[in-house]
């Protein structure tokens, strides 16, 4: 099955410049966080006359019922990845549309249609898939530019991942013309390591940065929108929410984690890439080592069994094997194992 969620997607210098356009007398309400809706109304101070929900941090379907869109004919989410889809799981649960403004290059939340689901002690719970309607994506390159490198940063790697967990999935290439599609896109995610993404282009933000924002937020998110199951997460988003479990991994963003489980999952492939992707993430600053996250080898048990039982619910190519699976933990437990 293909499934595509957005209408329009915009990444411009100017994009928030056509938003009222793009309302069109419509009621309001919106869903924010906290810098990322001030940048947005410095350059449109006008936002702030619409009803206002302050995002709380964490997507849980708690969060999602509390938006009270009574009256309200389009709701507008302006944030990072959790704060988008909370705003897509209370918009399709309302049946209202929705005009997403990312605030963040962090993840391709904007771009999917699905919503990755938390418990209230911030640990996973669930990814839903939904048919849900995103009018618009709306990129300031002037919101983006001023945002936190670390969540693009981070974002770039889970981009990233898209190539490495499709083709653990479906191989190189498919006889399906939706799956081959997300190879291909996923292939492209994957060459942005070839780029200077170093904080100073990302301030700079030139042609490359835009290339890669543009993977990160919209790309990313079709590599699964052609693929589905095909194409989507495999074992390196397993490993995160395994991670998820332990606090002293929530500190660390999403794409630091599902960095560290692409390493466990390519050394599950005995892939020749292991040590160009290993050498790439310490350059870019992410955990390459559980002692690094916080963990020690006492947590190995734990973190085996959680990645098993979120694996069975995956298309993938073969069951795992808990044992080889404990081996790569403990060797990835501390640098000097390596």
Same mark, same amino acid.
């Given at each position: ?13 100017? =994009? ?22 001030? *940048? ?5 101070? +006008? ?14 379907? +708690?969060? +999602? ?21 909370? *705003? ?48 618009? &994506?709306?990129?300031? *390159? ?13 974002? &770039? ?19 399906? =013309? ?37 993977? &990160?937020?919209?790309?990313?998110? *079709? ?81 085996? +069994? ?33």
């Amino acid at each position: 099955m293909i499934r595509q969620a957005v209408l329009e997607y915009n990444h411009a210098d100017d =994009a928030l410049d056509r938003l009222d356009e793009l309302i069109g007398g419509r009621r309001v309400h919106v869903l924010c966080g906290q810098s990322g809706y001030e *940048a947005v109304k410095r350059i449109l101070p +006008a936002i702030a006359d619409y009803p206002t929900t302050r995002f709380r941090g964490e997507c849980t379907d +708690a969060e +999602a019922a509390r938006i009270d869109l009574a009256h309200t004919d389009v709701l507008i989410a302006i944030g990072g990845g959790k704060l988008v889809d909370t *705003a897509k799981l209370a918009a399709v649960e309302r049946d209202i549309p929705l005009i997403v403004i990312p605030t963040l290059a962090s993840n391709c939340a904007a771009f999917t249609p699905l919503s990755v689901v938390y418990r209230e002690d911030g640990s996973y719970d669930r990814y839903d898939v939904f048919r849900v309607i995103i009018e618009r &994506v709306i990129v300031d *390159a002037r919101v983006i530019v001023s945002s936190p490198y670390d969540f693009f940063r981070a974002g &770039v790697i889970d981009t990233v991942a898209k190539h490495y967990e499709a083709r653990y999935l479906s191989g190189e290439r498919s006889r399906d =013309a939706g799956v081959n599609s997300g190879l291909v896109l996923a292939e492209q995610c994957g060459r942005l390591v070839e780029l200077d993404l170093s904080e100073a282009a990302f301030r700079a933000y030139g042609e490359d940065i835009r290339f890669a924002v543009d993977h &990160v937020l919209a790309i990313g998110g *079709a590599v699964g929108g052609f693929g589905d199951a095909g194409t989507r997460v495999a074992v390196a988003h397993a490993v995160h929410n395994a991670l998820s479990q332990f606090v002293t991994t929530h500190a660390f963003l999403h794409g630091d984690k599902v960095g560290f489980g692409l390493l466990v999952q390519e050394s599950l492939r005995r892939s020749p890439d292991v040590d160009s992707l290993h050498s790439w993430l310490e350059q870019v600053g992410a955990p390459t080592t559980l002692e690094a996250l916080g963990l020690s080898a006492d947590d190995i048990p734990r973190l085996v +069994a959680s990645v098993i039982g979120e694996t069975t619910l995956q298309q993938l190519p073969e069951p795992l094997n808990s044992d080889y699976l404990k081996i790569i933990f403990e060797n990835l437990q501390k640098t000097i194992y390596r």
